[in-house]
């Protein structure tokens, strides 16, 4: 009975529509009546496809604790409805529990060409979430005495002489350096020099240390600094003293290939298309340039919560997440390259991650040693409501799902009224033409 209740109401959806239009087709002109046939056919579309659409807010019968094979199809069934009614492309899902692996699936395609599905090791563009990863970097150049966190920038990159901004500003995004440029698929290694000069001579957005905004600057900016440190190439630091370290292999800040299990970015929110280009640029790397999988950020988040001493000491693991300043946004303060958002006493390190086709987010949950992870290659994808789906099932909480944009939810039925009134305007133009070209010949004769 459930299984062809849907269909049902569909084809009841469209009787109503039709029934409906054909009381007010008699009335209409001639001319009009093919147009309004057409309006109502798309409208009576557009109701079967919206009653195929389960109710607002539906809510999923709470799961017994801990997580039992119960527990975990039923996540697995609201993750897919979600991707179902989020018009998500494809999406990679991660839990640790207790400092341990506990769930790890993909959902939909890593590539609408080819259909190929997302797997737990599918690699994604993690885009902020990699500014964790250079926060780390610069903690594990201070522990060898190379630099400290309250050093002046212009130590290590003259072009900042003067400007009074330190590490531990960029770090926490307080530096005053604004984002007057974006990521262009830049893949020249001296374009990082020329981006360092222009964000340093480029007018701040308020004096170091008086303010907050979040900028990509900033990092790209503690990239070029590890790099003149280290006298070793960001991405090369990067995979050799911190990837390799966690045990992230399936992770690179190098260009992504084709033929990776690499999932590609689809773009739109309201209409989804598979983009041209991937935001990979070698002058944004340290703000956005993570290539990962769930897996592997996984392993990260593990790393993080055990404070595994083979990547950094204790002390330095306590300044990045040490709360240091508030921020713009309410309820979320800065650690050191971590944001800290807080749930009543505590404050829960996470990172989100967004650009041009990809969402991403990741959360600490130190008391419990847990993390979630999610990635994915669209725009549409929910990730705070994800999130919070998935602290349902882990609490044993009932589960509600989220309900997309009314606007998301209508788009065919509104494309439908666009274009049926467009074709109504058109046909009525040119009969309105015709009219005016015969009442031409009639004078001239």
């Not at 610069?138 to 003259?158: M, T």
Request: glycine content about 8%.
């Amino acid at each position: 009975m459930f299984r062809h209740g849907p269909a049902l109401l569909s084809r009841a959806a469209e009787r109503t529509a039709l029934t409906r239009a054909s009381i007010f087709l008699p009335h209409l002109k001639r001319e009009y009546r093919g147009v309004f046939s057409v309006f109502a056919a798309m409208v009576a579309v557009s109701m079967a496809a919206r009653a195929d659409t389960p109710p607002r807010a539906a809510a999923v019968h709470a799961v017994p604790h801990p997580l039992s094979a119960e527990r975990i199809a039923a996540l697995d069934d609201a993750l897919e409805e979600i991707c179902r009614r989020f018009r998500v492309t494809g999406l990679a899902v991660g839990i640790v529990e207790n400092g341990s692996p506990l769930y790890a699936r993909g959902f939909g395609v890593r590539d609408t060409r080819s259909g190929a599905p997302v797997t737990a090791h599918t690699r994604f563009h993690a885009a902020s979430i990699s500014k964790t990863f250079t926060a780390t970097a610069i903690l594990q150049l201070a522990e060898k005495g190379q630099l400290a966190i309250d050093d002046p920038v212009e130590r290590y990159l003259p072009d900042f002489a003067g400007s009074g901004i330190t590490l531990s500003q960029l770090l926490t995004h307080s530096a005053g350096l604004a984002d007057w440029t974006r990521a262009a698929g830049t893949s020249d290694e001296a374009a990082v020099a020329d981006y360092v000069g222009q964000v340093a001579r480029h007018e701040h957005a308020y004096r170091p240390g008086q303010g907050w905004q979040y900028s990509d600057a900033d990092f790209n900016v503690l990239g070029a600094v590890i790099e003149a440190v280290s006298g070793i190439p960001y991405p090369e630091y990067m995979q050799r003293y911190v990837l390799d370290v966690a045990g992230m292999t399936e992770s690179s800040f190098h260009r992504p290939q084709q033929g990776d299990d690499m999932a590609w970015p689809h773009t739109g929110e309201i209409f989804v298309r598979r983009a041209s280009d991937h935001p990979w640029d070698r002058v944004f790397l340290p703000s956005s340039g993570l290539q990962t999988s769930v897996t592997d950020l996984m392993r990260w988040a593990a790393v993080n919560l055990h404070r595994d001493d083979s990547l950094l000491s204790a002390a330095s693991y306590d300044a990045l997440f040490t709360r240091r300043l508030d921020t713009a946004w309410s309820g979320v303060a800065m650690g050191l390259g971590w944001q800290l958002e807080q749930r009543d006493t505590h404050w829960l390190p996470r990172h989100p991650g967004g650009e041009h086709g990809f969402r991403a987010l990741l959360t600490l949950y130190p008391d419990a040693r847990r993390a979630i992870v999610i990635l994915s290659n669209g725009e549409t994808t929910p990730r705070w409501e994800i999130r919070g789906v998935i602290e349902a099932v882990l609490d044993g909480k009932t589960i509600t799902l989220p309900q997309p944009p009314a606007l998301a939810r209508y788009r065919w039925l509104i494309c439908a009224s666009v274009l049926a009134f467009l074709i109504a305007g058109t046909i009525a133009l040119q009969r309105r033409r015709s009219r005016q070209s015969r009442h031409a010949r009639v004078e001239m004769v």
